[in-house]
Nanobody, 120 residues
């Protein structure tokens, strides 16, 4: 079993910054990739950013240049630095990890979500 624990969400004014963290723990061989998704009220969950174990990051077009994803492989932790925040990014942010459980099996895990609210 793999657990993802997120932290760092909260309320911030427009133009401010927040840093989200997500730590993976449990029994697994390695982590293939980790990422962040967000789900605004009444909308579907959408990709924000993802980073591979090799450090390659990809971003949703709407956040490129303002958000930065990074990871600490030794700590099995992924971070999302969010700058120049706008009210439209208000959502629940979910951490995701694609994990290699065994040599033959990968699986996908989600965190419990952390609320990010940007006030105007």
């Amino acid at each position: 079993q793999v657990q993802l624990v997120e932290s760092g969400g909260g309320l911030v004014q427009s133009g401010g910054s927040l840093r989200l963290s997500c730590a993976a723990s449990g029994s697994f061989l390695s982590i293939n990739s980790m990422g962040w998704y967000r789900q605004a009220s009444g909308n579907e969950r959408k990709l924000v950013a993802v980073i591979t174990s090799g450090g390659s990051g990809n971003y949703a077009e709407s956040v490129e240049g303002r958000f930065t994803i990074s990871s600490d492989n030794a700590k099995n932790t992924v971070y999302l630095q969010m700058n120049s925040l706008k009210p439209e990014v208000t959502a629940v942010y979910y951490c995701n990890a694609m994990v290699r459980l065994t040599f033959y099996r990968n699986d996908n895990y989600w965190g419990q979500g952390t609320q990010v609210t940007v006030s105007s």
